[in-house]
């Protein structure tokens, strides 16, 4: 790791001052990608013996890439911070010229905040001068979004999305001078539909959506099928070759799971969603295409759920005016019915290079698995040296299992969230070209209670007898075809561990697709390895944040956003 008195003597400084900064002078030095200043006194000190820690204690370092702005202190802030000083601090008033640099901060749990340091000094040419050459290395940053479509659902989550936006994230957008379209939504699907149509894409970075799961996937319909067409790729067929977008989605967190941002971001913080997106962060994601008999039906990036999800989901809508604790209620009545579904579930294994669900190799930020995204016919060629060395195999690499399942999840990400920290498949990565097949099969309630709670705390959910997982690359599910039953049998219940006759209605569950249902029991499933990029970084490591972070520590001023 770098050094900061490494950094402050690196050749090649952009600028180098001597500024007060809280009424200290201190050693200001920009380079292209670091701006770092430090304690005149105390730097001298050290160079008379004072330790190491004395010089990290009042040393400090932002790195460009995370300076949201620069601009000419607010004359106002600047009298009110002189006044509040006694006589003896006297020198701040001899030095009436000041900027401020307003930075990413990282706090607790991957959170992000925007703090604002000053520098004053005498000379207001030389503050000018330093406004100028932040903003030059700012201007270099291709990556930032300089327009951004914003999406609100206003019905969201506790209906926040509105509120969240204009007094959050709005502001910080200004500062970062990102100009915004802003459509706040007047029913379902108008988002997508306004994306596959309407939208000059031409106009903008990125496409930002507040609210919940289900208004990323409106998103996310939207701006794949733009892609597709104006491509002139036929996205209906099970085989098509799908076209990445190139325009990346934000995610402003504002509805009841919000598992798609707590996965890629590692909480569910309007302003550090916002923050990410100021930055350009970039991270792509895989993106699952769903099939009904060669019809295709939806897309996925998080959970597809059959079984217990579906059926929270399913029961869930009905008490939606209840907003995120629907979930809550409904995942009780979903336990205590303890259904199961009969079915066949067929998959291609992932090859071995993409690790395995149970490795707790965990998907974090840089993700080396993520890293390599192999092209089609890498795929392809690995997939026949499986085949040519499994003897019995005689299904091009297929597998396939019959059983009855209480729940059928395809985890494409780990699909992380409030309820669940460690998410439903902790291992699972974000742009592996792979989702993760978990089957939990028929067992008893106190078994399933127990496999539940695995999700809430860091025990493997996967170490029991009923369950296994599997990372692949497709999968297909058929429900099993019961014979038709009588009149009488039909005003019973669906397959219950209390019960062995069938409701022919109610045999079947229903696929929960990143929160929506999907009309059909039978599907095919194919992952698209990064079809679309967030803006995110993927999961922080904690103590990476603390390494990268010096300035946060010790040194900024409390006003903070
Ligand atoms: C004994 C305690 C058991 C607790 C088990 C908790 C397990 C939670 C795993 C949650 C996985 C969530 C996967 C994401 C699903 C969302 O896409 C979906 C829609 O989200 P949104 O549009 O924001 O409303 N949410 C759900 O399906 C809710 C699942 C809740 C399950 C209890
Ligand atoms: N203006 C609107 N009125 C009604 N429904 C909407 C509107 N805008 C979006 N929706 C729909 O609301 C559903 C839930 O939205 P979401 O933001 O995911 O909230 P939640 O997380 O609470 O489910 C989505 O399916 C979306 O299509
Ligand atoms: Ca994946």
């Known amino acids: 790791m770098t050094r900061l008195s490494d950094i402050m003597e690196t050749q090649g400084k952009l ?128 990556n930032r979004p300089k327009s951004l479509l914003v999406y609100i659902n206003p019905f969201g989550g506790k209906r926040h999305g509105k509120r969240i936006y204009e007094r959050k994230v709005a502001p910080l957008f200004g500062r970062a001078c990102i100009s915004t379209d802003v459509i706040v939504t007047e029913r379902a699907n108008h988002a997508r539909d306004h994306l596959k149509t309407e939208a000059n894409l031409d106009k903008y970075d990125g496409v930002v959506c507040v609210g919940g799961d289900g208004m990323f996937s409106e998103i996310l319909h939207g701006l794949i099928t733009r892609t597709q067409t104006d491509s002139g790729v036929d996205q209906k067929q099970p085989d098509a070759e799908l076209v990445p977008c190139s325009l990346h989605i934000g995610i402003i967190p504002a509805g009841s799971t919000d598992c798609i941002c707590f996965a890629t971001v590692g909480t569910n913080d309007p302003v550090t969603s916002a923050l990410h997106i100021i930055v350009g962060d970039s991270q792509p994601m895989d993106v699952c295409s769903v099939h009904h008999n060669d019809t295709f039906l939806r897309y996925s990036v998080s959970l597809l759920g059959y079984g217990f999800y579906g059926d929270v989901l399913t029961n869930s809508e009905r008490t939606r005016f209840l907003g995120p604790a629907r979930y809550d209620l409904s995942g009780l009545k979903t336990f205590l019915s303890h259904n199961y579904y009969e079915g066949t579930v067929s998959f291609l294994p992932a090859e071995n290079n993409v690790g395995d669900p149970r490795d707790k190799l965990q998907c974090r930020s840089g993700c080396p698995i993520c890293q390599h995204k192999p092209s089609s016919k890498d795929v392809q060629c690995e997939m026949s040296e499986k085949k040519e060395k499994s003897d019995e195999d005689v299904s091009g690499g297929w597998r396939a299992i019959r059983g009855r399942f209480i729940a059928i999840n395809a985890a494409s990400m780990s699909c992380a969230c409030p309820r669940s920290p460690q998410g439903l498949s902790p291992s699972a990565h974000l742009a592996d070209g792979t989702t993760d097949l978990i089957l939990v099969r028929k067992c008893s309630r106190l078994d399933f209670f127990r496999h539940l709670l695995r999700h809430t705390n860091k025990e493997d959910q996967f170490d029991h007898s009923f369950v296994e997982v599997h990372r692949v690359r497709k999968f297909r599910f058929q429900p099993q075809q019961h014979e038709l039953v009588s009149l009488e049998d039909l005003s019973v219940s669906p397959i219950s561990s209390a019960q062995t006759t069938y409701n022919y209605s109610t045999s079947h569950s229903r696929w929960s697709c990143d929160g929506e249902i999907l009309p059909h029991a039978a599907i095919q499933v194919s992952v698209q390895c990064q079809l679309i990029r967030l803006f995110a970084r993927g999961i922080e490591e904690q103590q990476q944040c603390l390494l990268e972070d010096p300035c946060t520590l010790w040194a900024l001023e409390p006003s903070t956003h």
């Open 15 to 142: 600028l180098y001052s001597k500024l007060f900064h809280k009424h200290r002078q201190v050693e200001v030095a920009l380079n292209c990608s670091i701006l770092s200043w430090k304690e005149i006194e105390r730097s001298r000190k050290r160079s008379s013996g004072i330790s190491n820690s004395a010089e990290t204690a009042h040393s400090h370092a932002v790195q460009v890439c995370e300076i949201v702005s620069v601009c000419k202190t607010d004359e106002q802030e600047n009298t009110k911070t002189r006044r509040s000083r006694t006589n003896a601090e006297q020198p701040s008033q001899l030095y009436p010229h000041a900027f401020t640099v307003s930075c990413v901060r990282r706090t607790r749990q991957h959170r992000w905040r925007c703090s604002d340091v000053t520098f004053h000094s005498a000379n207001q040419g030389l503050c000018e001068q330093w406004i100028q050459v932040i903003n030059e290395q700012l201007s270099l940053l291709t």
